[in-house]
């Protein structure tokens, strides 16, 4: 019985913990085609899905001060843009191919993903 109570606590808490690091704020599992990315200690969420093959755009507002942050780089695309703060700037793109593509900051210490599916 108490066996019982205490690995459904513990479950409970894993999985609370799981969603807290893993859950909606740091990776959506919806798939669209425009997001708002939060430019925030990080960007929010961290992993967003878009479908490949058609266009797609993505607006970033950066309300974190921290000039790590005020450029947002996507190699795969050769997009490189200027965020100013508290201003939505958006990118438009459209990934040819099924991928993961890497969004990161100027100086590559911020991450995020772009799935596309
Ligand atoms: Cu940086």
Redesign the pocket.
């Known amino acids: 019985m108490d066996k019982t109570i205490i690995t459904t606590l513990g479950l409970a808490t894993i999985g609370a913990i799981y969603w807290f690091f893993f859950g909606t704020k740091e990776e959506s599992r919806i798939v669209s085609d425009h997001w708002d990315i939060a430019v925030q200690g990080g960007y929010k969420p961290a992993a967003i899905r878009i479908p490949h093959g058609k266009p797609a755009a993505i607006t970033f507002t950066r309300t974190d001060p921290n000039t790590?942050?005020e450029e947002v780089v996507m190699s795969d695309f050769k997009i490189k843009k200027f965020l100013p703060i508290n201003t939505p700037v958006t990118i438009p793109l459209s990934p040819a191919k099924k991928g993961i593509y890497e969004i990161h900051?100027?100086?590559?210490?911020?991450h995020g993903k772009i799935v596309a599916v």
């Not at 900051?105 to 911020?110: I, L």
């Open positions: 790590c942050l900051c100027g100086m590559n210490m911020f």
